[in-house]
């Protein structure tokens, strides 16, 4: 199994959300997060006063697959989110050890 | 009884009536009718309510005297009309420190000291009140010396609800005094502007008990108090003959000034000019602003202290500046910046309420416009590029907008007081008022900045060294960067977590 962490920009949420599950991929967890890489950020003046904004606003996804599954979901996520601006993101391959479904007990690839 | 001791009993009662019938017969004699006043004399005192003068003067005699015992119904008694916008008019003040001013500054600093700002404009609203009732109002309004008025006032002694004649002819005394008490609470709450953040609640409340006694109360005494030294308006004998409507001096000029000097001994906040200090909540800030828009006809136009055409002048012309410097300062900002800002606006606003302040009551429509031009450029200038270069942390810019403004105010109502605008100017001032643009009130006005800015800047100086070596003004390191309003009320401003249970 791997662990694949992406960060996406925001606006792209939906594509890549549709294209997963043209995938395969069932499952996914978004979180809100800030982040920069070699994109710099913006500046904002509040009456004199600037203020550079160096962290930008991402989503970060957290999806499980199995072993054959995980080059499509890369595949997947890499179209689905490139604009190809600078600031379009990453992604990350993990290895995974275990995985569980609560409800039913199931583990390994049964769980993802 | 006999016949004749029944005889003898009636005529004792009789002698012993007639003295009484003589007491009676002297008594009528004495409490001979008040002398009454003429069907003329009563109307020309219901005409005095309308015209907001004395209604007494139509019952003076050829020497100038009243006679013994004369009065009308009129006399004596609050207006109901002009009682009334006075009342409308005090709770208007109030609600531009509480909330307006509350929401506008707490907008402005980060989340973890919103309430911190709040917490010092409740406290100054209850804390200023008791001061103000237990000496200040005295010190401030009876008459006692051209700087400081006496202790006739203590504990509101005497303030009913009759007027008081040397400040109104038809607002409830006591009425009078609420007034100015909400000019009291705000002059302070506005110096919290340029030290937020950084200094800690009880440096704020010593700093400010001491700041009303040695800076607030003369300086109201000398604009306002009947004997003030520098009220030119209703003082002949006034030692610097300068006009100030609402208070560009008493309140802007000493909130503003003073505010510079205290934020240098404070010191920076931490982290200035590495860590973003935005604005947390611009919403907030800009709902202050619409409070405090409203609120102001109260401080402008009440400062009339009647329902008259010197009001109905304050109110218009407090409009227009407001207005025009609200618009003023965001175009100057979509010009050199490419966008204007919701900031822009209001502190254009505010910029605008300062700056016709002073001149509210004194200066024409006309006059009104071409200082709200002014309020939205001179303000905006100064925020935008001098503050940057003179590197200081005015957090709020109470120096920028309140201390900038208010001394520009005070210039221009020098420059832009018109007779055609206040015929009240006349009484005291018609040598110095000539309708021209560099008449002898300017002089007059340059010189009540000067001894403003002297008594803040001084009596800053003392007081904010004085409170720092005896209890500091800063809290720890690590009291500010946790916020203020953790480490000086234990509270949060927001609980956002999702989940409860975290």
């Known amino acids: 199994m791997k662990f694949i962490i992406a960060i996406i920009k925001p606006f792209r949420l939906t594509e890549v959300r549709e294209a997963l599950s043209a995938a395969g991929v069932e499952g996914l967890t978004v979180t809100e997060v800030k982040g920069f890489g070699r994109q710099k950020g ?9 203020y550079t904004v160096d962290f930008l606003p991402k989503l970060k996804l957290e999806l499980a697959v199995a072993d054959e599954v ?13 604009t190809e601006k600078i600031g379009d993101g990453k992604i990350f391959v993990l290895p995974l050890e275990h995985a569980m479904r609560i409800r039913t007990g199931e583990t390994g690839d049964m769980a993802i | 009884m006999t016949r004749l001791t029944h005889t003898l009993r009636h005529w004792a009662l009789y002698v012993l009536c007639l003295p009484l019938l003589g007491l009676t017969i002297r008594a009528e004699q004495a409490a001979a009718p008040a002398p009454q006043p003429t069907l003329e004399q009563r109307v020309a005192g219901l005409e005095a309510y309308l015209n907001n003068s004395d209604p007494s003067a139509p019952l003076k005699d050829a020497k ?46 980060r989340r973890k000291n919103v309430l911190s700002v709040m917490a010092q404009c409740l406290l100054l609203a209850g804390w200023v009140t008791i001061l103000w009732w237990a000496c200040g109002y ?23 609800s009759a007027p008081n004649t040397d400040y109104s002819a038809w607002v409830s005394h006591n009425v009078f005094s609420m007034y100015q008490l909400m000019f009291a609470i705000i002059t302070p709450a506005l110096i919290v502007g340029s030290i937020a953040e950084r200094m800690k609640f009880s440096a704020i409340f010593l700093f400010m008990t001491a700041w009303m006694f040695v800076v607030y109360f003369p300086m109201a005494h000398m604009v306002w108090g009947i004997d003030g030294f520098m009220n030119g308006v209703w003082n002949p004998h006034a030692g610097i003959k300068a006009i100030d409507f609402a208070g560009g001096t008493v309140v802007h000029m000493t909130s503003g000034w003073s505010a510079l000097i205290l934020c240098l001994i404070l010191g920076k906040r931490l982290g200035f000019g590495k860590t973003p200090m935005a604005p947390h909540n611009l919403v907030l800030c800009m709902v202050g602003t619409g409070m405090l828009w409203v609120g102001w006809y109260g401080f402008n136009a009440g400062s009339a202290v009647a329902a008259d055409v010197v009001a109905a002048n304050a109110f ?18 979509w010009l050199v910046r490419k966008k204007p800002s919701v900031l822009g606006f209001c502190s254009g606003a505010v910029a605008g309420l300062v700056v016709i302040t002073p001149a509210c009551g004194f200066v024409t429509a006309g006059g009104a416009v071409a200082i709200g031009i002014f309020a939205g450029l001179v303000p905006w200038f100064f925020c935008f590029k001098v503050k940057g270069w003179l590197g200081y942390d005015d957090a709020l810019d109470t120096f920028g907008v309140h201390a900038v403004g208010g001394t520009m105010g005070a210039f221009l109502t020098g420059v832009l007081a018109r007779n055609a605008a206040n015929a009240n100017l006349a009484t005291n001032l018609k040598d110095k008022v000539t309708d021209t643009l560099l008449q002898p009130l300017v002089w007059e006005q340059l010189k009540a900045i000067g001894l403003t800015i002297a008594i803040a800047v001084v009596g800053t100086t003392v007081i904010g060294y004085a409170v720092k070596a005896l209890i500091g003004l800063r809290p720890t390191q690590e009291g500010e960067s946790t916020g203020l309003d953790l480490t000086d009320h234990g509270e949060e401003g927001y609980i956002m977590e999702s989940s409860s249970e975290l």
């Open chain 2, 64 to 109: 100038g005297n009243i006679p013994a015992g004369l009065t009308t119904p009129s006399v004596g008694v609050p207006g109901p009309g002009h009682n009334a916008w006075q009342m409308t008019s005090t709770a208007l003040v109030l609600f531009m420190t509480l909330p307006g001013l509350a929401l506008f500054y707490g907008g402005l600093v």
């Open chain 1, 70 to 82: 995980a080059g499509k979901a890369i595949a997947a996520i890499s179209a689905a989110a490139r």
């Open chain 2, 316 to 333: 218009t012309t407090t409009t227009l500046a407001t207005a025009v410097a609200s618009f003023v300062w965001p175009m100057m900002e």
């Open chain 2, 138 to 160: 005295s010190l401030a309004f009876h008459s006692g010396n051209p700087f400081l008025g006496g202790l006739g006032f203590a504990g509101l002694d005497g303030v009913n």
């Open chain 1, 42 to 50: 913006h500046t904002e003046i509040y009456r004199g006063s600037e």
